[in-house]
């Protein structure tokens, strides 16, 4: 089976450019988390989904950041505008509850913004 | 709220050596408790878990027992490999509650 699949996987930009991150989830898996990894802060979860429905975006930093989930096999997170400070790697995971609470996650989208 | 700690700084041993790294967690209730690897370039990979006190998680030589009384979880592996190399991460989880409460990671180094 295919796991999480996330694009691209490396990302330069330049500051005030819109970025979009791209996730596919596992088949079948109906909730989805995206994360952000950095050496400061470490791993922060931003937003997760059940059944397509955002349940806690409180993880979200500011109105900058949106993440939608049009249907059950695609997520997207944007940025915009993108700062410097939104450099970091951001991870999609998916979890199904027929393997309650583990997370499968995707091999992450690494973000620089210049 | 619920929390999960690692100790601090990066872990660098040699080949063979024992490896401990030590995971305590602040949870109301009886969470669900893991243990997540990083490999250089790639996504978080569930390495073990366990769902009530007393339960060990094994895999891949790795072990960990979820204590109820020391609120701990710590990971254990008796002779580490050069591919052991990585960052892991403790985790907590409530049945029913799709959430993971993340330590902030140790990153582990095996010499050959």
């Known amino acids: 089976d295919a796991g999480v699949i996330q694009s691209p996987r490396h990302e330069v930009t330049e500051m005030g450019q819109e970025v979009t991150l791209r996730c596919k989830p596992i088949?079948?898996?109906?909730?989805l988390f995206w994360y952000r990894q950095t050496m400061m802060r470490g791993l922060e979860l931003l937003i997760y989904f059940n059944n397509n429905v955002p349940i806690d975006d409180s993880g979200m930093p500011e109105d900058r950041f949106s993440a939608k989930m049009p249907n059950a096999s695609f997520s997207t997170l944007k940025i915009q505008p993108s700062e410097p400070r939104d450099s970091a790697v951001y991870f999609c995971?998916?979890?199904?509850?027929?393997?309650?609470?583990?997370?499968?996650f995707g091999p992450g989208t690494r973000l620089l913004v210049l | 709220g619920n929390s999960v700690t690692q100790m601090e700084g990066p872990v660098t041993l040699s080949e063979e050596a024992f490896l401990t790294i030590n995971c305590t967690y602040t949870?109301?209730?009886?969470?669900?408790l893991f243990w997540y690897v990083q490999y250089p370039g790639e996504g978080l990979q569930l390495l073990l878990k366990?769902?009530?006190?007393?339960d060990k998680g094994s895999n891949k030589g790795f072990e960990a027992t979820y204590r109820k009384e020391t609120t701990s979880f710590h990971l254990e592996k008796g002779s580490v490999q050069v591919s052991d190399s990585a960052v892991y991460f403790c985790a907590l989880s409530f049945y029913g509650n799709n959430r993971l409460a993340f330590g902030k990671g140790n990153q582990v180094v095996v010499i050959p």
């Open positions: 366990a769902t009530k006190a007393d």
């Open positions: 088949s079948g898996h109906n909730s």
């Open positions: 995971a998916s979890s199904t509850p027929k393997v309650k609470e583990t997370q499968y």
């Open positions: 949870a109301t209730g009886y969470p669900s």
